[in-house]
């Protein structure tokens, strides 16, 4: 019974992924299991990590300093076993809008970006490459990517892949006033790669304040969403981690929330699993990393369905009633 039930839930699983009929995907899972190739379960094991703060890009010993620390925390999540590991948004820098702006720093006006040290950016870069080629480990980094003058640069996500190339980049969509006034040129599209078998997406900044980005990759199938930040700007601020929470839970997926080490000021980085809770956190509020194994679950019957309660499946089933009619049995 418990078996014919699972494999039910499997069936409907692949229906809710492929658009597929329930009957056509049966017939799938059936000639599949009588090859032996049954969809299975596949996991790898993620390290979101909280890296140091840097916010002057001008200075080419801190830029420097942040990409060995970089390294180190790559090397670290290498020795756990970790397959992928996570950066927070601007892991080699976060550029202060002070700093970077013409008019100030007492007022902030658009960033002249002709202050960033970018070659000494590209030669740390490329070190993190390398070392993610020879260690065979995805990295995703926060990083500022320069576009061609006068256009201002992305706020970015660089996936690496374990071969040491840039498989993709992730830019910032949903910017703040600050980064669309005067600092940073949006981005416009989702992204998703995928790694033994576990999809990811990105977001990043504070795009954990629009649930339409997290819908939009559950409906893109994903199996975690990678979401940076350099953390909110209150003290004790806890908004954004709870906000990822609450969008692994409703989409019914994992999410790894990777923040800047600022101490006092935001939550610490990790992992929440897809029922919402926090499957592993970052101890302290320094430089640290958090591991899980990601599982993807094909017999999770809640994400099927909550798709179908997304379809329309309860408009058959409303009534309109006359409230004049009824009005006198309410009480």
């Keep these: 019974m418990t078996e014919n039930r699972n494999f039910k839930r499997r069936v409907r699983a692949r229906a809710a992924k492929t658009g597929e009929s329930y009957t056509t995907a049966r017939m799938h899972l059936r000639d599949a299991e009588a090859t032996g190739a049954l969809w ?3 996991s790898l094991r993620l390290a979101a990590v909280q890296s140091a703060y ?3 890009p ?3 010993a801190a830029l420097r300093h942040a990409g060995e620390e970089i390294r180190q925390l790559i090397r670290q999540a290498h020795r756990a076993g970790a397959r992928v590991v996570h950066f927070p948004e601007g892991a080699t820098c976060f550029p202060n809008k002070r700093i970077m702006s013409a008019i100030g720093p007492r007022d902030i006006g658009p960033s002249d970006w002709h202050r960033f040290e970018w070659a000494v950016l590209r030669e740390e870069l490329d070190a993190i490459r390398r070392l993610a080629r020879d260690l065979s480990l995805w990295t995703v980094l926060g990083s500022v990517h320069k576009l061609t003058e006068p256009h201002r640069p992305h706020n970015s996500l660089y996936v690496i892949s374990d071969k ?3 498989a993709t980049r992730y830019d910032e969509r949903m910017l703040s006033n600050t980064k669309i006034s005067f600092m940073y040129t949006p981005g416009t599209i989702p992204l998703t790669f995928e790694v033994d078998g576990i999809r990811f997406g990105c977001a990043l900044g504070i795009e954990c304040h629009f649930p339409e980005i997290f819908l939009e990759y559950e409906r893109l199938n994903v199996d975690c969403v990678l979401f940076s930040t350099s953390g909110g700007a209150l003290e004790n601020d806890l908004a954004f981690a709870a906000e990822v929470q609450g969008h692994a839970s409703s989409n019914r997926y994992w999410a790894s929330f990777a923040v ?5 000021l935001t939550a610490p980085s ?3 699993a897809p029922d919402g809770q926090w499957a592993t956190r970052c101890v302290g509020d320094g430089p640290s990393l958090a591991l899980a ?3 993807n679950d094909p017999d999770d019957p809640a994400r099927p369905w909550r798709r179908r309660a997304r ?3 309860y408009d058959p089933h409303i009534v309109s009633d006359d409230p004049r009619s009824s009005s006198r049995d309410m009480f």
């Design 270 to 272: 990790g992992i929440v």
């Design 293 to 295: 194994d990601i599982i």
């Design 311 to 313: 379809g329309g499946i």
């Design 54 to 56: 840097l916010d002057d």
């Design 260 to 264: 800047l080490a600022q101490p006092g």
């Design 164 to 166: 040491g190339t840039i």
């Design 58 to 60: 001008r200075d080419p």
């Design 40 to 42: 299975q379960a596949k």
